[in-house]
């Protein structure tokens, strides 16, 4: 069986140690394809540099909407935040579409409300989100959205773009808005942290198989609490889907791998 991660962030401080042994090790169980996301400046330029170290890596660049803010941000909040520099998003935004050739996608973007100091930004939030949107369309690409605590304005604003090509990346949202995403014909990406959160044991059952993607998020949402995630997991949450969806983990492999190949034009 062949599995792809679309989603990782393999350039975080976790891996510094041990890179070459987690490629080696998600090779190992059949790991052809990783995609990587950047979040901003920093991060997509180290994940461009990680493509060309190794070729399993794919690159997606981003602009997380937290790091979009962070100037706005007050001090009280920013301690609980990674040490993120302020920039200049447009510039940003003109750095991807001269390095389109070198992603496979845009991402992550989206709107993040997890805390009432970041809803208070929502609109430089909803604006940043907005064009990086017009941009994934401006160079064909899919988009793959974070929409923590904020997934009906995410899917309201998708929506209105008219998007087609969208991933919804560890989406936490309700059933109708589940629904709403299938309906519009997007992907839904699946994390291993599957076997112990029954939300997406939920939405497996909701989501269509030729609609559902395999991601880790590594090195978060990990399957078993406590422990850094990693691709090599990405078999784990097949056998969970399979189980769910009762059908042999071969087929659903297939489909998942035939969907993220055509997805991203792998």
Known sequence: M???????????SQFKRDLKKIIEQAKKVGVVTIINSGVNPETNRETLKLSKEYSIIKCS?????IDAIVKEIESSEKDFLRKIKPFDVDEELNWIEEHKNDCVAIGEVGLDYNSPEFTKHKEKQIKVFEKAITLAKK???PLIIHSRKAELDAITILEKHQCKKVVMHCFSGKKSLIKRCVENGWFLSVPPVITRLEHFKMLVEIVPLKQLL???????LSPVAGTRNEPANIPITIKEIAKIKNIDEEKIAEQIF????????L
Do not use: R
């Open 258 to 265: 035939s969907n993220t190949k055509d997805l991203f034009n």
């Open 214 to 220: 395999t991601e880790t998020d590594a090195p978060y």
């Open 2 to 12: 062949k599995f792809i991660d679309i989603h990782a962030h393999l350039e975080s």
């Open 61 to 65: 660049f981003g602009i997380y909407p």
């Open 139 to 141: 160079i064909n690409k």
